[in-house]
Each structure stands twice: as C-alpha cells, then as structure tokens.
Nanobody, 124 residues
Framework: VQLQASGGGLVQPGGSLRLSCAASGLRFGTMGWFRQTPGKEREFVGGIRWADNNKFYANSVKGRFTVSRDNVKYTVYLQMNSLKPEDTAIYYC????????????????????WGQGTLVTVSS
C-alpha cells in the first residue's frame, strides 16, 4: 500500500500550487489532506469520499482550496489558490478503506494510511 504525495514547493503569497497523491495497493473509500507545522497538531485540510464524491474542507481553506480526483490514475489532488503565509506547512496525504462520515474527516486518528509529507512554503 502506497500513497505517493508530490507537488510541494515555494510560492509567493497569492499564488497557487497543486499537490498530488497517487494511491496504489488498496482501494480506498476516503482520501484527504492534512497539514502540520512544528509544535502543532496535524490539521485536516480537505478530503473526498470516493463513493459519492462528497468533499469536505477546513474552514480556514474553504473557497481557496479544492480537492479533486482522477479515477483512472487513482490520484487525489489538492488545488491551492490564494495562498497565504499561514498555509506554510508539511502537507500529508491520508486515506482509509472506509467511506467516512463527515465528522471523521477532521480527526487524524480516523485515517489508517499516510503518505510522506510534502513541504509547502508560502513566502515572498
């Protein structure tokens, strides 16, 4: 089972970046993104439920970030627009075989599979 995250980098405030998470080895019911900065807990960013394509977002990113999927490539994307310095973090892809209810999305403990992190730095 593998979750391969990519796409991080340095971007100026107001810019955009797209992260990708390619899944293999297992069919997941839910996939999503978390982020973490030093000294803070891992924070839910956005996620998607595969069965009905429902998407959920943290309030801090609503209207700026979009989660999407590619069924053929079995990949989930996080399109990040209007980036702010406070979006700087290591972003982690997460997945679970279950089709999660909304409340479960927000807790890192609900997710059983994690990819390696990819660093996003928003700075001028």
């Amino acid at each position: 089972v593998q979750l391969q995250a990519s796409g991080g980098g340095l971007v100026q405030p107001g810019g955009s970046l797209r992260l990708s998470c390619a899944a293999s080895g297992l069919r997941f019911g839910t996939m999503g993104w978390f982020r973490q900065t030093p000294g803070k807990e891992r924070e839910f960013v956005g996620g998607i439920r595969w069965a009905d394509n429902n998407k959920f977002y943290a309030n801090s990113v609503k209207g700026r970030f979009t989660v999407s999927r590619d069924n053929v490539k079995y990949t989930v994307y996080l399109q990040m627009n209007s980036l702010k310095p406070e979006d700087t973090a290591i972003y982690y892809c997460a997945a679970d075989v279950s089709s999660m209810i909304m409340s479960s999305f927000y807790s890192p403990g609900s997710w059983n599979y994690w990819g390696q992190g990819t660093l996003v730095t928003v700075s001028s």
